[in-house]
């Protein structure tokens, strides 16, 4: 007993001790936290607040203040406007010609690497290097490969035989299609190494197991990697719908939203609602749906992983 008595008072000295030590680091922990806590009210929570309670106002650029509130006005006018369910058509008409090459291709290429018994490190950089430049870079290079008569994909075409090469971007049919080309070129480097870290995770010997039970390379990807890269891939495609909902600077800079309103995205409706028109409060209100839109596709990738993680 006059042991057990003794050790208490030493085993309370250590609990205190370690709950201090805790705190402590708690401390430190919101201490590095704290810039970034910062620029985060400052930068990104503030105006997204802002940007809500402007959607309510005749907000514009030309007179100081929210302006004159008018209720769900803006979002009643944003609904039935022809003009804004033509930039999230656009939007969406990008989303799908972007979305499911970016996801294949990434894929594919990921896989051939990794088979790779040399030369791994110059394809993750050949890959991955145009993801690391600016958009303006990478839309003057396509720009200047779409360019009629003496840019590279018309030479291409006359090699074709074709005397007469389609402008690409001027052309009210083709110009999506040419900035969506531009942007896999672009970005599919990121996707590219997700798989790849994701392939280098799965164990050589599943692979090993099944090539002796006689599976052909083929099964081996389509009953090993495919299902063992199932939450990549929910993964890549998350965030590639919300990078393509999110599309603005390759269209700004190659087409401006033209020719004419063929390539008018969202994010370009609302730049030009709230800085060409001067009506921020329903740039505001158009902000704020595409918000809606994004979020609610982020809830369903978790509600989806989540039913994939009770089936498992």
């Known amino acids: 007993m006059s042991t057990a008595t003794a050790a208490t008072p030493t085993v309370t000295r250590n609990l205190k001790g370690t709950d201090s030590d805790r705190l402590r680091r708690s401390n430190k922990a919101w201490l590095f936290i704290a810039p970034f806590g910062f620029f985060y009210l400052c930068f990104l929570l503030g105006p997204s607040l802002y940007m809500f309670v402007a959607s309510f106002f005749d907000t514009s650029i030309v007179k100081s203040g929210l302006?004159?509130?008018?209720?769900?006005?803006?979002?009643?006018?944003?609904?039935?406007?022809?003009?804004?369910?033509?930039?999230?058509?656009?939007?969406?008409q990008f989303t799908l010609y972007t979305v499911p090459a970016l996801v294949i291709l990434s894929f594919v290429f990921a896989v051939l690497a990794n088979r790779?018994?040399?030369g791994q490190t110059f394809w993750r950089l050949a890959f991955f290097t145009p993801y690391i430049l600016p958009s303006a870079a990478i839309s003057l290079i396509w720009v200047f490969i779409f360019t009629a008569d003496t840019g590279?994909?018309?030479s291409f075409q006359k090699l074709l035989g074709s005397d007469a090469p389609a402008p690409v971007l001027a052309t009210p049919n083709l110009a999506m299609l040419g900035v969506a080309i531009a942007t896999v070129w672009w970005t599919i480097g990121f996707n590219f190494i997700l798989y790849l870290a994701g392939l280098q995770d799965i164990p050589r010997e599943l692979y090993e197991a099944a090539a002796?039970?006689?599976?052909?390379?083929w099964q081996q990807i389509r009953h090993l990697t495919i299902p063992l890269l199932n939450r990549t891939t929910t993964l890549v495609i998350l965030l590639q719908i919300i990078a393509s909902l999110k599309i603005f600077d390759q269209v700004y800079l190659m087409?401006?939203?033209?020719?004419?309103?063929?390539?008018?995205?969202?994010?370009?409706?609302?730049?030009?609602?709230?800085f060409t028109d001067y009506r921020i409060g329903a740039a505001a209100?158009?902000?704020?749906?595409?918000?809606?839109?994004?979020?609610?596709i982020a809830l369903a990738r978790q509600l989806i992983e989540r039913a994939q993680q009770k089936g498992a």
């Open 255 to 274: 087409t401006s939203g033209g020719p004419g309103t063929s390539t008018e995205t969202a994010l370009v409706f609302i730049t030009k609602t709230g």
């Open 212 to 217: 002796i039970d006689g599976a052909t390379p």
């Open 285 to 296: 209100a158009a902000s704020f749906v595409l918000f809606v839109v994004i979020l609610v």
């Open 116 to 118: 790779m018994q040399r």
């Open 152 to 154: 590279l994909w018309a």
């Open 67 to 92: 302006g004159n509130f008018i209720g769900l006005e803006n979002y009643t006018t944003l609904l039935s406007s022809s003009d804004f369910w033509s930039a999230m058509w656009h939007t969406l």
